[in-house]
């Protein structure tokens, strides 16, 4: 696979769009416990009141030892988990919604017009362009074409299936899918862990252009990325609750 092109030049940083409301994701006292049916229904509270801000514009960093809850953090603000306590608000131009007892229907269309999750997993229909699939976004094709690329995807790859695309080249696809959409909330896990380090830059370079427009990001990094302008704060989630670490 050829290296990714020269990267274009970074806009300079905007203040956040004066229209969104502000923190953009408000989460106050999150709980979220796990019972083990098979141990007898043993409860364990992974987390135990966690209070976080995320400002639109701005990208916070959760850190923090394996298995602290991170990604339950994630899967909670995204509905994935149900929360079993506490509130997550998510603002947006159009109003409020408390995701943490929003109704399904609710949140499919929160997912699509305001809050995207992009994690380590791709999952997709089979027998789709990774073009399409980035395309149905929204994008059109050439546009698809133009982020797969400037993200670092093979162009030979672009017309097909992502079924059997590398780790990394998988990521890609995952990456421009969420890009695809502007939403003005992201939630990333761990994204880049599969990338090589030119892919990686290229990604956390389009992030922070996304931050520059206004975008809200809340992302677990396992290593701290260096690219500058990106990171504005990082929260380390310890015994179920989340520390300002810088
Ligand atoms: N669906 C689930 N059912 C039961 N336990 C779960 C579930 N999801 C997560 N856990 C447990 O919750 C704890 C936190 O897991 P989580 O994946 O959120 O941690 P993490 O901080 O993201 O970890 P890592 O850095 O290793 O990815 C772990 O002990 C995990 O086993």
Avoid: W
């Avoid at 990267?7 to 416990?33: C, D, E, N, Q």
């Avoid at 909670?76 to 506490?86: I, P, S």
């Avoid at 990001?217 to 396992?222: D, G, N, P, Q, S």
Wanted: charged content about 25%.
């Amino acid at each position: 696979m050829s290296s990714p092109a020269q990267p274009s030049p970074m806009p300079s940083p905007r203040a956040p769009s004066p229209t969104l409301p502000s923190p953009t994701l408000r989460i106050r006292g999150l709980t979220k416990r796990f019972t083990n049916h098979l141990r007898g229904g043993v409860t364990r509270a992974v987390l135990r009141g966690v209070d976080l801000d995320v400002e639109p514009g701005q990208c916070v960093a959760l850190t923090g030892a394996s298995g602290s809850g991170k990604s339950s953090l994630l899967r909670c603000v995204y509905g994935t988990y149900t929360a079993d306590a506490g509130s997550i608000h998510l603002r947006t131009a159009a109003g409020t919604v408390d995701l943490a007892t929003a109704p399904d229907r609710e949140l499919i269309r929160v997912r699509r017009d305001h809050l995207g999750m992009v994690t380590q997993f791709l999952s997709v229909p089979p027998r789709v362009s990774a073009r399409d699939l980035v395309a149905e976004r929204g994008l059109g094709p050439e546009a698809a074409a133009e982020l797969l690329a400037r993200l670092g995807l093979d162009p030979a790859l672009h017309g097909l299936a992502p079924a059997t695309f590398s780790g990394g080249e998988r990521q890609l696809v995952n990456i421009a899918i969420a890009l695809a959409r502007p939403r003005p909330v992201l939630l990333l896990d761990e994204i880049t862990a599969s990338l090589d380090r030119h892919r990686r830059a290229t990604v956390l370079r389009a992030l922070a252009e996304r931050k520059a427009d206004g975008t809200a990001l809340l992302a677990i990094f396992h290593e701290m990325p260096d690219q500058p302008g990106l990171i504005d704060r990082i929260c380390r989630l310890d015994d179920g609750r989340v520390l300002e670490a810088a």
